[in-house]
């Protein structure tokens, strides 16, 4: 792991990163996003981190790259199963940070037509971290399970 990545701290307890710990599951974190300033979290807003320090999409190996596909494909259905969603939308875009990590998040029924994909998680129903803590385990159950 880098000495000096934030969310390799993250994976050792340590560092400003957050977010509730959904599994450690095939060489991944999967995490719900943390709460934002208002102490609620866009409900359903999961990141998929690297277990190993890998920088980008490209540095995944074969083995990674597979189950990270297969593991994306088992975390929608796992969203559709637990929340009212009808869509899920996977997508790598952080750039400030150098290590794999993607963003899985829900689309919720009820979402006006003008909210574009790329904001649906800004439009989802807010939840205190209770609620964000028993979707997260409901989800690590699914993921263990199947």
């Given at each position: 792991?880098?000495?000096?990545c934030q969310i390799c701290?993250?994976?050792?307890?340590?560092?400003p990163l957050g977010g509730e710990l959904v599994t450690r599951?095939?060489?991944?974190?999967?995490?719900?996003a943390p709460a934002g300033k208002d102490g609620l979290a866009s409900l359903g807003h999961l990141l998929?981190?690297?277990?190993?320090?890998?920088?980008?999409l490209d540095n995944l190996n074969k083995t990674e790259a597979a189950a990270l596909?297969?593991?994306?494909t088992r975390l929608a259905g796992a969203l559709r199963a637990?929340?009212?969603?009808?869509?899920?939308?996977?997508?790598?875009?952080?750039?400030?940070?150098?290590?794999?990590?993607?963003?899985?998040?829900?689309?919720?029924?009820?979402t006006p037509d003008d909210v574009p994909w790329h904001l649906s998680d800004?439009?989802?129903?807010?939840?205190?971290?209770?609620a964000v803590t028993e979707l997260a385990r409901r989800l690590g159950q699914r993921?263990?399970?199947t």
């Open positions: 792991m880098g000495s000096d701290a993250k994976h050792r307890g340590e560092g599951i095939d060489g991944f974190w999967i995490y719900h998929i981190e690297s277990d190993r320090h890998a920088p980008y596909g297969r593991l994306r637990e929340l009212a969603v009808e869509q899920v939308f996977a997508a790598v875009i952080g750039r400030g940070i150098a290590h794999f990590h993607e963003h899985v998040f829900a689309r919720h029924a009820g800004e439009a989802a129903p807010r939840a205190d971290r209770a993921l263990t399970t």
